[in-house]
């Protein structure tokens, strides 16, 4: 199972960016479809983008599209989410997670093997 490190948290002001990073262990890292999810207070955990292995295709929830970007760099094994224009409703824990093997994007929880430990974002008002 692959290890996976979320850091780039914290708290920024609305109309504000973060760039979340998302470490893992491993080399098979470049065969693995990898996803971002969030999960607001008293609220489920909720897709937010995925990228293919290659990082050729991607896929993000109406909530983010035009906001967020989601890419990687399969050399440091390192999958990024590009925040801009945040909002106040953005505020959540943000997960990464990796999916062993496939070879599209995938956007639902039961979809992935792996989680992080969540980074915290929050934005105010």
């Known amino acids: 199972q692959v290890q996976l490190v979320e850091s780039g948290g914290g708290l920024v002001q609305a109309g504000g960016s973060l760039r979340l990073s998302c470490s893992a262990s491993g080399r098979a890292f470049s065969r693995y479809p990898m996803g971002w999810f969030r999960q607001a207070p008293g609220k489920e955990r909720e897709f937010v983008a995925a990228i293919s292995w290659s990082g050729g295709t991607t896929y993000y929830a109406d909530s983010v599209k035009g906001r967020f970007t989601i890419s990687r760099d399969n050399a440091k094994n390192t999958v990024y989410l590009q925040m801009n224009s945040l909002k106040p409703e953005d505020t959540a824990v943000y997960y990464c997670?990796?999916?062993?093997?496939?070879?599209?994007?995938?956007?639902?929880?039961?979809?992935?093997?792996?989680w992080g430990q969540g980074t915290q974002v929050t934005v105010s008002s």
């Open positions: 997670a990796a999916r062993r093997g496939g070879s599209y994007y995938y956007t639902t929880i039961p979809d992935y093997d792996s």
